[in-house]
Structures are given as structure tokens and as C-alpha cells.
């Protein structure tokens, strides 16, 4: 929560700066924006990467139980979304 308070207050000084109209205001505008931006996509990948190594420990897990011979259907039906969803076209 404390990083989205801090992309809107990015963005309002961005907004107060662009009103300014100098190009000194401008610039300092900009590199906010980059800024807001940059943790955006931080943020984002984070997320990606969390749900990728949570996938990663499925199907580990199904790898494990298939190698013992203890593949469930209920496994199966868990780990089919994440094949899927990572190795489809």
C-alpha cells in the first residue's frame, strides 16, 4: 500500500510540474514519471516471478509423486492449467 501512495504522489507532482510549463519543471517531471513508471514494472515482474516459482513447486511436486507413482487426479487437474499456461503457443 505504501508504494501505490507513493506512484500517486509521483504522479500528482508530476502533474504540478508539467503545469509549470518550464523547462526545468519538465525534466524534474519527467525523471518522476520514469520513476513512477519503474516501480510499476517493478512491482509487476515481482508478481510474475512469484506466481512463476509457485508454478515451479507444482509441478516439482508432480514430478516427485509421478516418480513414485502416486500421481492423484486431483494433481493432475491442478498441474494441467500450469503446463498450459507456460509451455502452450
Known amino acids: 500500500m505504501k508504494q501505490l501512495e507513493l506512484v500517486i504522489v509521483q504522479f500528482e507532482e508530476v502533474k504540478r510540474l508539467i503545469g509549470v510549463g518550464r523547462v526545468p519543471q519538465l525534466r524534474l517531471a519527467f525523471i518522476l514519471l520514469d520513476s513512477a513508471v519503474e516501480l510499476i514494472m517493478h512491482r509487476k515482474a515481482q ?18 509423486a509421478e516418480k513414485n507413482g502416486h500421481v492423484s487426479d486431483e494433481l493432475r487437474s491442478e498441474i494441467t492449467p500450469v503446463i498450459q499456461r507456460n509451455w502452450s503457443g
Do not use: I
Not at 49 to 63: G, M, N, P, S, T
Open 47 to 64: 508478481d510474475e516471478l512469484a506466481l512463476e516459482h509457485w508454478d515451479l513447486q507444482r509441478l516439482e511436486r508432480c514430478r516427485r
